[in-house]
């Protein structure tokens, strides 16, 4: 089953003002539910840079999270994601890093690729 780093495209639409989720491979194994513990690969994008700031990939092995303790956007955005799946998920700032929080990534819509591995 692994699935290849992917290569984030460059959007070409406006910046979203809610969560878009994009299901790019549909997985067949258990759907992921709010608060699960999951492992996954990922790879995040500023949306309007289309710089990588983080990506498990770089790392040369899979992030294993909870997903009560991430951005709003992936805890509404994973559950009812399939183990075996990529998910593209485009996480405006207010369910991102918000809007003036100090984090280097404030203020930024943020891209993420990420595939499930595992989900309990």
Not at 83 to 106: C, N
Request: proline share 8%; aromatic share 6%.
């Amino acid at each position: 089953m692994p699935l290849e780093r992917p290569e984030v495209d460059f959007p070409e639409r406006e910046e979203p003002t809610e969560l878009v989720i994009t299901d790019l491979v549909t997985g067949d194994g258990k759907p992921a539910e709010s608060g699960d513990d999951v492992v996954v690969h990922y790879v995040g994008v500023e949306f309007v840079s289309g710089e990588e700031f983080d990506a498990s990939w770089n790392r040369g092995k899979p992030a294993s999270i909870s997903l009560r303790g991430l951005i709003t956007g992936w805890q509404e955005g994973i559950p009812g994601m399939r183990v075996g799946g990529r998910r593209e998920l485009i996480v405006p700032p207010e369910q991102a890093y918000g809007t003036d929080s100090g984090h280097r990534l404030a203020g930024k819509t943020l891209i993420f690729v990420i595939d499930l591995l595992e989900s309990s």
